[in-house]
């Protein structure tokens, strides 16, 4: 079983920007994939970022491409979603996943672990 906790959220202005982190617990993080998801309120969860096992393969959501960028520790246990050029429709819970794969994938069912989420608010 992995745990995992997420942190980084909060509130801030339109163009900012803000790096949320999500913390695993294991020791056989190098070999998971791990992503990012949101909630956005009355949304259903979607896909933002995901990124494969070595941290040298990554694809993000349409909306969120040139803005975000998701990279990795692995010394650390660490998952990191940097977020720049934040929008409004940013606003959500964000949710760290891990799956017990070595490839990335944008598909909800694919993930094993998901963190309790941080609440990134977007004002204008």
């Known amino acids: 079983q992995v745990q995992l906790v997420e942190s980084g959220g909060g509130l801030v202005q339109a163009g900012d920007w803000l790096r949320l982190s999500c913390l695993a617990s294991?020791?056989?993080?190098?070999?998971?994939?791990m992503g990012w998801f949101r909630q956005a309120p009355g949304k259903e969860r979607e896909f933002v970022a995901a990124v494969n096992y070595r941290g040298d393969s990554t694809t993000y959501a349409d909306s969120v491409k040139g803005r975000f960028t998701i990279s990795r520790d692995n010394a650390k246990n660490t998952v990191y979603l940097q977020m720049n050029s934040l929008k409004p429709d940013d606003t959500a819970i964000y949710y760290c996943a891990a799956k017990r794969s070595f490839r990335m994938s944008v598909t909800i069912g694919a993930y094993d672990y998901w963190g309790q989420g941080t609440q990134v608010t977007v004002s204008s």
């Open positions: 294991g020791s056989t993080f190098s070999m998971y994939g």
